[in-house]
């Protein structure tokens, strides 16, 4: 089992940035895929990044490539996504996402590839 706890989220104007971390541990942690979804009220819950964590293969969704990052520190078992120039459009709540399967690139966008999920925080972005 995997336990994902998310952190980083907050209230920032139009044009700033944030930092969410994603802290995994388990007594079996190896997940081969880890990423950031996320969900505003009364949407569905939406891809935002993707890395693999063996080789730091990293994938975005459109509407965020180029202003959001996602990276991996393979010795404190965490996933981070740094997220700059953000917009009102970006406010939702971020959820940490990881599984252990092997998927292909087009399965990375998908909610149902991932098995493990965080409890959520919460980003709004002011105009």
């Known amino acids: 089992q995997v336990q994902l706890v998310d952190s980083g989220g907050g209230l920032v104007q139009a044009g700033g940035s944030l930092r969410l971390s994603c802290a995994a541990s388990g007594s079996t942690f190896s997940s081969n895929i880890m990423g950031w979804f996320r969900q505003a009220p009364g949407n569905q819950r939406d891809f935002v990044a993707a890395?693999?964590?063996?080789?730091?293969?990293?994938f975005y969704a459109d509407s965020v490539n180029r202003r959001f990052t996602i990276s991996r520190d393979n010795a404190k078992n965490t996933v981070y996504l740094q997220m700059n120039s953000l917009r009102p459009e970006d406010t939702a709540m971020y959820y940490c996402a990881a599984t252990n399967r092997g998927l292909l690139l087009s399965q990375w966008v998908l909610r149902t590839s991932y098995d493990y999920w965080g409890q959520g925080t919460q980003v709004t972005v002011s105009s």
């Open positions: 890395i693999r964590w063996s080789s730091g293969y990293t």
